[in-house]
């Protein structure tokens, strides 16, 4: 687990013959829902107070078991989140907390943990994490009728695939950043980073490497928007990469050379960053200023040497270390908030990467990073909450 801060393996490594099953999986941390109001955390740490470490609310300290499903295991990014959702239980005391995901993204497979852990386990709270949301209507129900209270919620992923249907899901808290602003935030830093501005000319390339998955065409959104923002005179060029690594760099080193005079580009999914980190590292791709979306261990390297422009973190530790400890408070008779509890997103420049570095080393660090900004989430939590529909809302 020494990549404690990345991008999420699960940007499509998979089959695209399945693809209205695990589409939804293609992007870096299956992320959260588009809106113009996440919290975008300028520094990487927070002080936290002293009513964020433990409920102060809950009627008892009454052991408590917690399932936490993810969608994938193994991969950098929920490895994090494992991490930050391990930790919700010394932090909160008497609980445990179960955390699981099949090796294979699969919507099948990804259901069929949720359920064991479910029969199992007979937890007391459950946090899904419905990245593939075709398979997961039928769990979600289900789970919801098993569990006291109806103690469950969803992370990184949104409970249903619109608004509309979010209306009549089960699931009514979702706790993770905004994805059309992690898209903007990125673009924001890179462009900044690269001294880029309104007098700049050329082409910026933006990237999907699936299309109908609403992650990722909200985070390109996001960076669309921004690049028309802060670059009016280059010409956006929407593309679309390929979901798997040796692809995705085959794709871009493809469309490197095809345009012309290419000065930004970034992509939605993990293996476009990936993909451009290669090419940096390779000096293939020049000058050109590139952002990275939850980027690993090298990305983090490469932002510090300058290689790679800038990226923002969504921060999976906060996000699941957030809904595991609500999961925890609700259980012991604290109120579920309703809505979307944005866990913010967290810029990475040249300025602070070696301090996002530091925590892919150990749980340890990591959790020296990332507990703060969870206690700072928590002790505003009403101040962090928004309705549902929020995250579903693109910026203006």
């Known amino acids: 687990m020494s990549d404690l801060v990345a991008r999420s393996g699960v940007t499509g490594r998979r089959s695209l013959?399945?693809?209205?099953?695990a589409l939804a999986l293609l992007v870096a941390g299956c992320g959260s829902a588009s809106s113009s109001s996440s919290t975008v955390n300028a520094a990487a740490t927070g002080s936290s107070t002293a009513g964020a470490a433990a409920s102060t609310t809950a009627s008892s300290k009454k052991h408590v078991t917690i399932a936490i499903a993810m969608t994938q295991n193994s991969v950098p990014y929920y490895e994090t989140a494992q991490?930050?959702?391990?930790?919700?239980?010394?932090?909160?005391g008497n609980a445990k907390v179960v955390v699981q995901g099949p090796v294979n993204p699969l919507g099948g497979a990804v259901a069929t943990v949720a359920q064991n852990l479910e029969t199992s386990l007979n937890p007391d709270g459950f946090g899904v994490n419905p990245c593939v949301l075709a398979e997961w209507t039928q769990v979600i129900n289900s789970i919801s009728r098993a569990v006291p209270d109806g103690n469950i919620l969803s992370w990184n992923c949104k409970p249903a695939a619109s608004a509309s249907a979010a209306n009549t899901s089960p699931v009514k808290t979702f706790v993770g950043a905004s994805d059309f602003?992690?898209?903007?935030?990125?673009?924001?830093?890179?462009?900044?980073?690269?001294?880029?501005?309104?007098?700049t000319t050329g082409t910026a390339l933006l990237a999907e490497c699936a299309l109908g998955v609403p992650t990722l065409t909200d985070r390109r959104a996001g960076a669309l928007a921004e690049i028309k923002k802060l670059l009016p005179k280059v010409t956006p060029v929407l593309w679309v990469s390929n979901p798997y690594d040796a692809g995705a760099l085959t794709a871009w080193t493809s469309a490197l050379e095809k345009y012309q005079h290419v000065v930004y580009a970034s992509g939605a999914c993990d293996q476009d960053s990936s993909a451009l980190s290669s090419l940096k590292a390779r000096g293939s791709a020049g000058n050109i200023a590139v952002a990275t979306i939850d980027p690993d261990a090298q990305e983090l390297g490469q932002i510090e040497d300058g290689k790679i422009s800038a990226g923002v973190a969504s921060a999976p530790w906060v996000v699941a270390n957030v809904a595991t400890r609500l999961l925890i408070r609700h259980a012991r008779g604290d109120s579920m908030p309703t809505g979307w509890v944005d866990t913010g997103l967290y810029p990475i420049t040249k300025a602070n990467a070696a301090q996002w570095l530091t925590a892919t080393k150990s749980p340890a660090q990591a959790q020296a990073l990332f507990a703060p900004l969870a206690d700072t989430v928590l002790s505003n939590l009403q101040a962090n909450t928004r309705p549902m529909a929020d995250a579903y809302a693109y910026a203006g």
């Open 17 to 21: 013959a399945a693809a209205g099953v």
């Open 83 to 92: 991490l930050g959702a391990q930790a919700a239980g010394p932090q909160e």
């Open 181 to 199: 602003q992690t898209g903007e935030a990125a673009t924001k830093a890179a462009v900044t980073a690269a001294h880029l501005g309104p007098q």
